[in-house]
Each structure stands twice: as C-alpha cells, then as structure tokens.
C-alpha cells in the first residue's frame, strides 16, 4: 500500500520534444504528489506537486496530471530541453500514518540536443 | 540562507567498521527525514523525526541502523558493523512542520569496501 510505480526506467526525447512520465499509487491516504527532479552528484529538489483536488497543475514547461479515480499522475515536460537531463521521481504523502515521502523508482531522461 | 548541509560528502570504510553520518537540517525545520540512495534506485525511507516526538523508525532495514537528534537540529545516522550492501548515497531532508515541501541535502555517498 506504500508503494509508489513509476515508468518508464529511462527514456530519450528529442530537444523540443514532450517528455512523459507516468505513476501509480494504491494507498488512498496520500493526498499530496510531489515531483522531484535530480542531477548527479546532487539531493532531489522539488520540481512541481499536486493536491488531489485538481486534475492538473502548470509550471512553465512542467505539468501535472492527476487521475483521482485510476489513481495515477503523470509529469509531462513540454518543448524539453537538454538541460531538462536529469532522473526524475514522482512522490505521495499522506496526513496519517507514514508521514515520510514515499518515492518512486526514478525515470532517467536524456534530452539530446 | 542555507540549505541542509551533510557530511562528509564522500565516505569509504572497511567491512565491519561502524561510521556516523551527520545532517545539519535548515534552521527552524522541525521535520527531518533520512532516506538511502542505492546506485540506479529510488529513495527508501529510514527514519522520521517530528520535533519532540518519538521517531518513526519503521524504515531502517536492520538494527545495525540507528539514528539521533539532538536539540531538535542536528541529526546523526549510525551504521554499526558496516556491510558491503550499505554502499549507497545517504539523503538527508527537511521540512517545515506544517509544510509540505522537503529540502535535501547533496547526500553521503557511503562505500563499503
């Protein structure tokens, strides 16, 4: 019930491209979903998060989409760019019981120039 | 103003050997987190401290594991009898007591050798 499954593992777009990552959740209590993006050799930082009484958040080039029903959120990055290389990892907190982030298993993105 | 600092960045000992990790959160952040970092992974939850309240322990994988913190600060993960499977990068995070966003530290990168 605390798991968090991300995919895909790695992926490739093309600069100018949309990039597109998914995740699923199963315990009902998280009601926050943060993304975190990391560059090597640094801690994750808080990229964009979302309350699940929205189905979608904009931040520039970065959204989210929240799916209350299928239990699942998505971080689409528009017109990607190589600085946007980097491991991505989507998160899910609740109010009660684990108050830790649970963390999905990273997507590796390479944006190529 | 300063982030949450870690030390030592880097870290090598030898098989059996006991190591302390230390975690210097953002100033006034009651919530601090440790989280580990196996190569290629995503981020697995050791422990939760909420200022004065008893930590959530519920993620150290043995009870080689143990951590601390003093006067509401600082924080210090013990590893006793290193394993070579406890190379990894250890994260360090904190947060406001009613916030949601989480800061991370660069991390200890721990190898066993």
């Known amino acids: 019930q605390q798991q968090v499954k991300q995919s895909p593992q790695s992926l490739i777009v093309q600069k100018g491209g949309i990039s597109i990552i998914n995740c699923a959740y199963e315990n009902t209590a998280f009601d926050y979903f943060p993304w975190y993006q990391q560059f090597p050799g640094k801690g994750p930082a808080l990229l964009i998060a979302i309350r699940p009484d929205v189905s979608e958040k904009k931040e520039g080039r970065f959204t989210i989409s929240f799916n209350k029903s299928a239990k699942q959120f998505s971080l689409h990055i528009m017109d990607s760019q190589p600085g946007d290389s980097a491991t991505y990892f989507c998160?899910?907190?609740?109010?009660?019981?684990?108050?830790?982030?649970?963390f999905g298993s990273g997507t590796r993105l390479q944006v190529q120039p | 103003g300063a982030g949450v600092s870690q030390s030592p960045s880097n870290k090598v000992t030898e098989k059996g050997k006991d190591v302390e990790l230390r975690c210097d959160p953002i100033?006034?952040?009651?919530?601090l987190y440790w989280y580990r970092q196996s190569l290629g992974q995503g981020l697995e939850f050791l422990i939760y401290?909420?200022?004065?309240?008893?930590?959530?322990k519920s993620g150290l994988p043995s009870d080689r594991f143990s951590a601390e913190r003093t006067g509401g600060s600082v924080s210090t993960l013990t590893i006793q009898r290193t394993q070579q499977e406890d190379s990894a990068v250890y994260l360090c995070?904190?947060?406001?007591?009613?916030?949601?966003?989480?800061?991370f530290g660069q991390g200890t990168r721990l190898t066993v050798v």
């Open positions: 100033s006034g952040h009651t919530a």
């Open positions: 998160a899910a907190k609740g109010r009660t019981g684990r108050r830790a982030l649970t």
């Open positions: 995070a904190s947060k406001e007591y009613l916030g949601d966003e989480a800061f």
């Open positions: 401290f909420q200022g004065n309240s008893a930590p959530d």
